[in-house]
Nanobody, 124 residues
Framework: QVQLVESGGGLVQAGGSLRLSCAAS????????MGWHRQAPGKERELVAT???????KYVDSVKGRFTISRDNTKNTLYLQMNSLKPEDTAVYYC??????????????????WGKGTLVTVSS
């Protein structure tokens, strides 16, 4: 099992910055790709950014050039650096970790783990 705990959310003015962190614990050896999703009030959850185990990244168009996803595999921590924040970035941000199927090292089942989320509020 993997546990994910997000931190770093808070209130920030438009144009400001925040860095979110996601600490992974448990059977982290099975974790492959990781990502950040967000859910704004009254909206459906959307994918924000992903990063593979080797560091390849992808972003939703609305955050390209402003957000940077990164990971420290030694610390089992995922980050999301958010710059030039806009009110529309206001949402609960969730950390996601994908467990890969690698039987040779005991990773038998593929599945997704989720943190409980951290709230980011951007004021205008």
């Amino acid at each position: 099992q993997v546990q994910l705990v997000e931190s770093g959310g808070g209130l920030v003015q438009a144009g400001g910055s925040l860095r979110l962190s996601c600490a992974a614990s448990g059977d982290t050896i099975c974790i492959g790709g990781m990502g950040w999703h967000r859910q704004a009030p009254g909206k459906e959850r959307e994918l924000v950014a992903t990063i593979t185990s080797s560091g390849s990244t992808k972003y939703v168009d609305s955050v390209k050039g402003r957000f940077t996803i990164s990971r420290d595999n030694t610390k089992n921590t995922l980050y999301l650096q958010m710059n030039s924040l806009k009110p529309e970035d206001t949402a609960v941000y969730y950390c996601n970790a994908r467990q890969t199927v690698t039987p040779a090292i005991g990773c038998i089942y593929g599945m997704d783990y989720w943190g409980k989320g951290t709230l980011v509020t951007v004021s205008s």
